[in-house]
């Protein structure tokens, strides 16, 4: 996938005039802190981390311009994210990783796939944070905050709906973030040969991550264009309702479009349809 940002300054939106309510914990506070996961501890050995408290959210990062930027941005989604889903007062912990050799050391080995550049885990969230392109570190990290507020909401969601909501809101909400600093987020996505497509019915059907990487990419893409092109047809205020019957209700995704939404079998094959024609042309955005 190709990330880039139009305009100029993509390195400007930094961290000039964050609040200074922010307060600083020592490296010593952090390890004695019995709430942090083993893997929490692990990460911020050493006394070259920062700590800041930001109140909503702890962060911890191996660069100080990083943890600002990624307190900032995560701000920004969790307002945004409180307008889509059930919101939640949990603290997060957000591990924001600059030294590409901390991220291979820490989290290769636990997450196991080599391409990963994100994780989360209960309430802790570990991101790697290229300085040189941050319009790729909002994406991830706005897609993490999605996958912590959906397990909070409803830990149980089918593989395909949790990354079809991360990709399609976290994509959003970093749009938004990068367009109030005066920049738009662009991705060209080549188009998906049709015999890689599989159907609503195996996409649905699946309840594991595929091992095979170019599975999984397909698994990720797929999901996010069918709630995507769900959104064009419904709009984002419905697919609010739709998130909040299938997280907080319980229901299956499909009784909710059925049931809520009065979809016939003849709408939910021009919605396959209409996901399959957008992968087909492939697009840029
Ligand atoms: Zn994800």
């Known amino acids: ?77 969790r307002r945004r994210l409180n307008n889509t889903l059930p919101s939640e007062e949990t603290r997060l912990q957000l591990f924001v990783i600059s030294d590409s050799r901390n991220w291979d050391k820490s989290l290769h080995s636990v997450d196991g796939r080599q391409d990963a550049l994100a994780a989360q885990y209960r309430d802790e969230i570990f991101v790697f944070w290229d300085t040189n392109n941050l319009a790729a570190d909002a994406v991830r990290l706005a897609h993490e905050l999605v996958h912590g507020r959906l397990q909070s909401c409803r830990p149980n969601l089918p593989v395909w709906l949790e990354e079809g909501l991360a990709g399609y809101l976290g994509w959003e909400m970093a749009s938004a973030y990068r367009h109030s600093r005066g920049q738009e987020l662009f991705r060209k996505l080549p188009p998906v040969s049709g015999r890689d497509i599989v159907s609503m019915q195996e996409l649905t059907a699946m309840t594991a991550y595929p091992d095979d990487p170019a599975l999984a990419r397909r698994l990720y893409r797929q999901s996010e264009e069918w709630i995507r ?31 809520r939404f009065g979809y ?19 697009r840029e955005r």
């Open 229 to 259: 092109q769900l959104a064009v047809r419904i709009g984002n205020d419905r697919l609010r309702e739709f998130v909040h019957a299938v997280c907080r209700e319980g229901m299956l995704w499909n009784d909710v479009l059925r049931d």
């Open 264 to 282: 016939s079998d003849q709408d939910f094959s021009a919605l396959e349809d209409e996901v399959r024609e957008q992968l087909q042309g492939g």
């Open 1 to 77: 996938m190709f990330w880039a940002v139009c305009g100029a300054a993509v390195c400007l939106a930094g961290w000039a005039g964050t609040p200074e309510r922010w307060s600083r914990i020592s490296s010593e506070d952090v390890q004695a802190d019995s709430g942090l996961s083993a893997l929490g501890h692990s990460v911020v050995k050493g006394d070259h981390w920062v700590h800041l408290d930001a109140g909503d959210f702890v962060g911890h990062s191996d660069l100080e311009s990083s943890v600002r930027e990624a307190l900032t941005q995560a701000q920004f989604f």
